[in-house]
């Protein structure tokens, strides 16, 4: 059976109203505000397996936990007084109270990449086409959406962000963003990000493009100001902004 067909996306662009540099990098692989504060979860290339808060004034970044090189972090998202970070490949969900304090680990079937929630449970990525929805409780599966661009499936979805009613995603070792409907999996909206790289200064922008992992890989919303918050994977900065029809 081909894929479910899709009304054409809508094309966006990112307007962006903010920078912030931080003053120590992490290798992105979840980020999400929380209670008005800006969390960050890191894998352990080029560093350590963390979770940190990020203050966007100061742009000071102070971790909260460290796995170290026990396992490599992927996504994080908070639901129901809860952190929740992946594992990538050792098949595991951690779990931490409001202190960052792992307070238990659930099993995972299936790589682990991006992580987010509605109002009912978790929202999996494990860099296919698929969205997994997932009980918070012993992260069973509850349903599973094959998400559909211009009548192919979109590989490689990883950092999610859930907003409005709608799942927005990286796409890996792309600068594309993409905003999914839950419920079909249409592909609604899509941005190229590339002009971020505009904004960059020239060394920060020689130094992303020196390594290939350095990819664009960031999506957290501020319900409180409606804005979105992006990065990449080792970026020193933070860029925060809209995104606007063309």
Known sequence: MGAVQC?????????????????????????????????????????????????????????????????????????????????????????????????RQMRNPRDGWGLTHDAEGLIASDGSSRLFFLSPRDFSTRRTLRVVRAG???????ELEYVDGAVWANIFESWDIVKIDPASGCVTAEANLEGLRARMRPADRRYIESEANFVLNGIAHDSGTGLFTLTGKYWPMLFTGRFVAR
Do not use: C
């Not at 000071?60 to 992927?74: M, S």
């Not at 192919?152 to 990883?158: A, D, I």
């Open 7 to 103: 009304p054409v996306p809508q094309r966006l662009s990112f307007a962006v109203e903010r920078e912030v540099r931080r003053d120590m990098p992490g290798f992105t692989q979840g980020l999400e505000y929380h209670d008005g504060a800006l969390f960050e979860g890191t894998g352990n290339v080029y560093g350590d397996t963390r979770i940190n808060r990020i203050d966007m004034t100061s742009g000071k970044v102070t971790p909260l936990y460290n796995a170290g090189k026990d396992y490599f972090g992927e996504g994080l998202t908070f639901f129901g007084g809860r952190a929740y970070q992946l594992s990538w490949r050792e098949g595991k969900v951690f779990v931490f109270d409001s202190r960052m304090t792992p307070v």
């Open 152 to 158: 192919r499936y979109v590989e490689n979805l990883n």
